[in-house]
């Protein structure tokens, strides 16, 4: 079998994997909230500024756990090490695949939205499946890093 012949065999594959995984973390994150077990985290450390709308960052741990980051403030580093706002820990599945300094948070003020930018990880940032570099995020937007699951959400007042 040639290399053309696998290629829609590789697609259809991948977008089968990508499609289970979405389904899952979504069927996860919109359990009842007395059949998952939210793990809340600290807030992201330092002073808002003012017009920064707080956000969360949802990361699943299968099979029914939830760790939730407060983000108050921008930017916000995400990584494996200790020294990010946004610190990965090795209680998730996958942890290892994210980079030590893997992402950062940033509220675009002027446009109104929050991205998210790739450091150069080397396993990568996927916004709804897609990999990307720079991406903004709206509520309910599915993010992985590396091979962690997330998603993210506005906080509403």
Known sequence: ???HALVPHLVA???GCA???AAWLVGLLFLAGDQRQQIRTGEVPGEAPEGVPEAELLVAIPPRKVLIFKISRSPALIG???DNDIVIPSTVPGW??????????????????WVIRDLGSRNGVYVDGSRTGHN???????VQLGSVQAVFRHVTQ
């Not at 893997?102 to 109104?112: C, E, G, K, Q, S």
């Not at 903004?136 to 599915?142: F, P």
Request: proline content about 0%.
């Open 136 to 142: 903004v995020l709206r509520d309910g937007t599915q």
């Open 19 to 21: 499609l289970t995984s």
């Open 1 to 3: 079998m040639t290399v």
């Open 13 to 15: 594959f991948l977008v």
């Open 80 to 82: 494996r090490a200790r």
């Open 96 to 113: 290892e695949s994210v980079s030590r300094h893997h992402a950062l948070l940033h509220y675009n003020a002027r446009r109104v939205w």
